[in-house]
């Protein structure tokens, strides 16, 4: 099983910038990729961004450019650096961790961008 610590989340005004950070632990070693997404109210879950062991990402649309996703394996972190937020990011957001045996997530953390 994998275990995952999603942390960073607040309130955050349009135009600034907030870093989410996702701690993993367990079967790390089952870990192919990892991922960020999110959830309004009302609204399914969506995909933010996705990491993979290489290093590859992938983003949605809606925050290319201002959003970046990275990984620190020493660490077993992943982190979301979200620059430049509107206040349509407010979610709850969710680590992701896509393994060989399936999905593990987060707990989710707020996040609010409001001024």
């Known amino acids: 099983q994998v275990q995952l610590v999603e942390s960073g989340g607040g309130l955050v005004q349009p135009g600034g910038s907030l870093r989410l950070s996702c701690a993993a632990s367990?079967?790390?070693?089952?870990?192919?990729?990892m991922g960020w997404y999110r959830q309004a109210p009302g609204n399914k879950r969506d995909l933010v961004a996705t990491i993979t062991l290489t290093g590859s990402t992938n983003y949605a649309n809606s925050v290319k450019g201002r959003f970046t996703i990275s990984r620190d394996n020493a660490k077993n972190t992943v982190y979301l650096q979200m620059n430049s937020p509107k206040p349509e990011d407010t979610a709850v957001y969710y680590c992701?961790?896509?393994?060989?045996?399936?999905?593990?997530w987060g707990q989710g953390t707020q996040v609010t961008v409001s001024s």
């Open positions: 992701n961790a896509m393994t060989t045996w399936g999905d593990y």
């Open positions: 367990g079967s790390i070693f089952s870990i192919n990729a």
